[in-house]
């Protein structure tokens, strides 16, 4: 993970009331490098001590899970920064519940003016375990900070990190322990595309296919060594999607005609590469065909620069399962 330094800053104190009462302090957050998400609210937060730094914007749109990239956050009527100075020692319950406790209060409050710009760097990070999470460096370019007749500028300093999950676990690698054997939604009709799925709670991997291709591939036939069956993959009759729904999954959400309302699918991710299938003869006359996802790359439905690759064997193989036919 990327360390951020240690905060800079250029504050330049432009005006200020003649009577010295102004209190804005020192803007010191360096030792505070990770913001904080207020979920009641959905701002990112720095406390340090007394002083509180929020940041107010659509965390969606400006921290995706994309990596390499670098957003401009441009202050205006929707994208707020906002400094306050409380009476104690701040925590969270003072900033994100619905009913603020009584102490301590907000003794100032300062509104970045619009037109100030932060931007956001994103690295995707992966773990020695293979999980992945984004870390989004966040730095302010220029603000201009505005109390009644008061301004104050701060310049080239880094707010802080914030972490965003993969948002899914895909775990669907039970494999070498003899637990995935795909589904296949039976719907009568042998023109109609085929579906073979997996369900793991809320999440489901599918492979979607012509009933040509389902028959070239799953033939009752043993393959030769390293001579699997292969089929690449397409936008239109022959893909592999990842679903993850806003609930518990089933047979009859991913197989009916007429799905159920709920659960919804609140991400979909769409495939490059191809499907392989090796076949073998357990007994006489019954074959267990196995099916590897090879090369496989799953992109975002709803932004193909985001994109993440399952856990692959040295080959670039990822078994999705095994089934039998007679």
């Given at each position: 993970?990327?360390?951020?330094?240690?905060?800079?800053?250029?504050?330049?104190?432009?005006?200020?009331?003649?009577?010295?009462?102004?209190?804005?302090?020192?803007?010191?957050?360096?030792?505070?490098?990770?913001?904080?998400?207020?979920?009641?609210?959905?701002?990112?937060?720095?406390?340090?001590?007394?002083?509180?730094?929020?940041?107010?914007?659509?965390?969606?749109?400006?921290?995706?899970?994309?990596?390499?990239?670098?957003?401009?956050?441009?202050?205006?009527?929707?994208?707020?920064?906002?400094y306050r100075n409380y009476s104690g020692t701040v925590t969270?319950?003072?900033?994100?519940?619905?009913?603020?406790?009584?102490?301590?209060?907000?003794?100032?409050?300062?509104?970045?003016?619009?037109?100030?710009?932060?931007?956001?760097?994103?690295?995707?990070?992966?773990?020695?375990?293979?999980?992945?999470?984004?870390?989004?460096?966040?730095?302010?370019?220029?603000?201009?900070?505005?109390?009644?007749?008061?301004?104050?500028?701060?310049?080239?300093?880094?707010?802080?990190?914030?972490?965003?999950?993969?948002?899914?676990?895909?775990?669907?690698?039970?494999?070498?322990?003899?637990?995935?054997?795909?589904?296949?939604?039976?719907?009568?009709?042998?023109?109609?595309?085929?579906?073979?799925?997996?369900?793991?709670?809320?999440?489901?991997?599918?492979?979607?296919?012509?009933?040509?291709?389902?028959?070239?591939?799953?033939?009752?036939?043993?393959?030769?060594?390293?001579?699997?069956?292969?089929?690449?993959?397409?936008?239109?009759?022959?893909?592999?999607?990842?679903?993850?729904?806003?609930?518990?999954?089933?047979?009859?959400?991913?197989?009916?005609?007429?799905?159920?309302?709920?659960?919804?699918?609140?991400?979909?991710?769409?495939?490059?590469?191809?499907i392989w299938v090796t076949t073998e003869e357990v007994v006489?006359?019954?074959?267990?065909?196995?099916?590897?996802?090879?090369?496989?790359?799953?992109?975002?439905?709803?932004?193909?620069?985001?994109?993440?690759?399952?856990?692959?064997?040295?080959?670039?193989?990822?078994?999705?399962?095994?089934?039998?036919?007679?």
């Amino acid at each position: 993970m990327k360390k951020l330094s240690a905060l800079f800053a250029i504050v330049l104190l432009v005006f200020a009331c003649d009577d010295g009462d102004m209190t804005f302090k020192d803007f010191n957050f360096g030792d505070v490098t990770t913001a904080q998400l207020c979920t009641a609210n959905e701002f990112l937060y720095k406390i340090n001590g007394t002083e509180v730094l929020i940041l107010d914007v659509n965390i969606e749109e400006y921290f995706s899970n994309i990596d390499g990239t670098i957003d401009t956050i441009t202050v205006n009527s929707a994208n707020k920064v906002i400094y306050r100075n409380y009476s104690g020692t701040v925590t969270s319950s003072a900033i994100c519940t619905s009913l603020p406790p009584a102490t301590p209060t907000v003794v100032e409050e300062w509104n970045a003016s619009q037109g100030g710009e932060l931007t956001v760097t994103t690295t995707k990070l992966v773990s020695d375990d293979g999980d992945v999470s984004y870390e989004h460096s966040i730095s302010i370019v220029r603000l201009e900070f505005v109390k009644d007749d008061e301004t104050i500028v701060i310049e080239n300093q880094n707010y802080g990190t914030y972490t965003t999950s993969q948002g899914f676990d895909f775990d669907f690698e039970d494999f070498s322990n003899g637990t995935i054997n795909p589904s296949k939604c039976d719907s009568g009709d042998e023109s109609a595309p085929k579906i073979i799925y997996e369900i793991n709670s809320d999440e489901v991997l599918k492979i979607i296919i012509t009933s040509e291709n389902f028959n070239t591939l799953f033939v009752n036939e043993v393959t030769g060594i390293d001579a699997p069956r292969i089929l690449e993959l397409d936008d239109a009759d022959n893909r592999v999607i990842f679903d993850v729904y806003s609930g518990t999954a089933s047979g009859t959400l991913i197989c009916s005609n007429t799905p159920p309302v709920t659960p919804v699918v609140e991400q979909r991710w769409l495939t490059t590469g191809e499907i392989w299938v090796t076949t073998e003869e357990v007994v006489v006359g019954e074959f267990q065909h196995t099916v590897i996802f090879h090369d496989v790359t799953f992109f975002n439905s709803t932004n193909n620069e985001e994109t993440f690759k399952p856990t692959e064997d040295e080959d670039g193989n990822y078994v999705f399962g095994q089934f039998g036919t007679e």
